[in-house]
């Protein structure tokens, strides 16, 4: 350990921002198995449509009964 302070607290910084990069490479590697499961159910599902709204402030749209994936997910899937 340095006696200098600054340098010190520089150190602990740098640390800290290591931590956050392997949180955040986790984080996306969840993210991305989610994605890869959203994308098997979305082609394998036999899905079963209902209009869907939260309240009447929110947009409506359809939610399968069976995987709960939403209509504007497809339609954004299928642009693709
Ligand atoms: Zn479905």
Redo the contacts with the bound molecule.
Sequence with gaps: MSNNPVQEKLIERNELISKVEIKNNELNKIKNDIQKLDNW?YSD?K??WEYHRESSFEMSYYK?K??S?FQSDISKKENN
């Design positions: 159910l599902c899905h079963e399968c069976i995987c994936c």
